[in-house]
């Protein structure tokens, strides 16, 4: 499901906005495409260093929308590829998800692991 231009997305600058919904509504996070890590099983794993309202909005509904996109990427119709992923998300804190982030970020405090659903080229 991950294909190759997201990956050639993902290693580009650029912002990612992760949208949740808790009890208070609506909520929007951002982090850096090239924070994200693809797992074995094709989740995208993204540090998280604060996000405690989007963590209690996941632990009140784990459906996640992400956003992402870099203009230096070919896209569908000329320069910019941009990607709508909607899935469930998760919060870890210990194991190889946790540790394989923690080497590269030692700030974070949490994995934020995105088990896609369905992952839309916009651009």
Partial sequence: MITEKLQEVLKQDGVVAIATLGQDGPHMVNTWNSYIRISADG?????AGYMQRTEANIAF???????????????????????????????????????LLKAKFDWLRATLAVTPESIIQTW
């Fill in 43 to 47: 989740r995208l794993l993204i540090p």
């Fill in 61 to 99: 509904n784990p459906e996640v929308l992400i956003t992402l996109g870099s203009s230096k990427v070919q896209g569908l119709h000329g320069p910019g590829a941009g990607f709508l992923i909607k899935g469930s998300a998760a919060f870890i804190t210990s194991g190889a998800d946790f540790d």
